[in-house]
């Protein structure tokens, strides 16, 4: 065993607060067939005083990140009383400079890349795709922007990297929020979770980018309300008729259950069916010890240790259905699942973890309980933009505007703690004035953009924009299937990437 420690001034691109994230890639444990890999998942360090010190880490291959970038290195087999510096590893497994024989090799083709992106630009300026732009207006700071790019690509070049590199590397999205965001609605919302506008989103986006169809991302094992709120249902539960034993607001997880077999009330077993083409799906649990047992379709069941939190099972090609239960009298907490057709590694992922009826002061909450796990799952997944759609229930519910404002504020801060290069984008839904509250919603509206502002987020408005016939069910204020693509059609325009 080894430990690293220190000061962080001396990591190329940390600061004391940067938070470390390990994965111990020797504790892969492929199944005989290599159809399944289990890992006990990410470790994540924060500096003390100015030193990163990792507790002891397994010797071998692994991968270590930190503000936005990744590197690869060997952990040595030393001595966990003698810890040592993290940098030096890392070095001796970056690759070395070609060699000084390269160099003119490498700078002909440096120049003819710049030759070639200077001759698009040219391409681009005479088509007037590209314009020479004011920004911010009076400021008498120009910059080139290209008009086909959506508000937040314009604003953002660390989301449009991340997004025109997804033909190799995921842009990964996160969507938090009430029941604008989960579906809700029975009779007239949408009738599968896939239709919910952040998958939809995640559809029009790998269209806009030209990547390959993916999975519908984190799914859970039930709905995020009682099940009867909803037209879509996630997964069959079994016995038929037992009691949900809902674990959302004791995780912070929304529609995480606990699973216990044999129990009197409990769920034994949770089956998702899968969307077609599915090429692998992670198992998110968290496990006291005794067995979990994971049954897909295709290949052999495959028997694990529970022990340990939001630990991730990967099964490969799975077939139509993944049924997840524990041992007999094993409890096991099921967090959900992430399904991947194809984009694991490349394309564009979406983990939708909205709740109906949450208000914004409910998610800060969840986010600051060390006891919970939405805050490491979003630092585990790292997302490049987390769209944030709150205060609707803060304003029904007769919450101040400023305390929505203290709520934002937290929820922008939590995140950052865990993803710093996160682009924290706030949503804000047409809503109409309730007579029995003090204010309006025009006036929450008014807290939410200038708390963005100063937090240095960004904001998607669109009550002006989501309107129409058809986009509401009979209560006015959820959205039916089209209003949930009508949505995604609007965060997409928002987030498009042109040439």
Known sequence: MTVYSQPVIDIAGAGDHSRFWFYREDNLSPSEDESVIITGGWVGVLPVAGVLTTPSLKPGPAKVSWGGKEYDLVIRDHPDNDPIPLWPDIQNYIAPPAPVVNAAQTAATRAESAASDAADALALIGSGTLVLTEDPPGSGLFSWVNILDGQLARASSV???????????????????DSTNDGYGKPGGPDAWAKTWPLKLAELLRANLGVSAGGRGWVGPSTPLAPGSYVWSPSTLAPAGFALDDLTTQIGIPGSLWLQRGHASNVDEVTWTLSAGVTAVDVITTGYGGNLVITPATGSPVTIDSTGDRKIT????????????????????VLGIIEHIGDATAGVTQWNLSRGAMA???????????????????????????????????????????????????????????????????????????????????????????TAATLGARVLDVRSTLTGPGL????????????????????????????
């Open 159 to 177: 989301y449009r990297s991340a997004a025109r590199a997804a033909g190799t590397s995921r842009l990964k999205l996160l969507t938090i929020g």
């Open 360 to 450: 914004a002061h409910e998610y800060a909450a969840w986010l600051a309980d060390g006891a919970k796990s939405l805050k490491p799952i979003i630092g585990t997944y790292a997302p490049h933009v987390a769209l944030v759609c709150l205060g609707a229930n803060d304003y029904a519910t007769g919450r101040t505007p400023s305390q929505l404002g203290t709520a934002l504020t937290a929820i922008h801060t939590h995140i950052k703690a865990v993803s710093p290069a996160t682009e924290v984008v706030v949503l804000i839904r047409p809503l109409a004035d309730d007579p029995a509250q003090a204010t309006t919603w025009t006036t929450y509206v008014g807290t939410i953009v200038s």
């Open 472 to 499: 509401y069910i009979a209560d006015g204020v959820h959205l039916t299937e089209a209003g949930n693509a009508a949505l995604a059609g609007l965060v997409r325009d928002y987030m498009k990437v042109g040439v």
């Open 314 to 333: 990967r099964v490969t090609n799975p077939g139509a259905t993944i049924n997840v239960h524990g041992a007999a009298g094993v409890g096991i907490a």
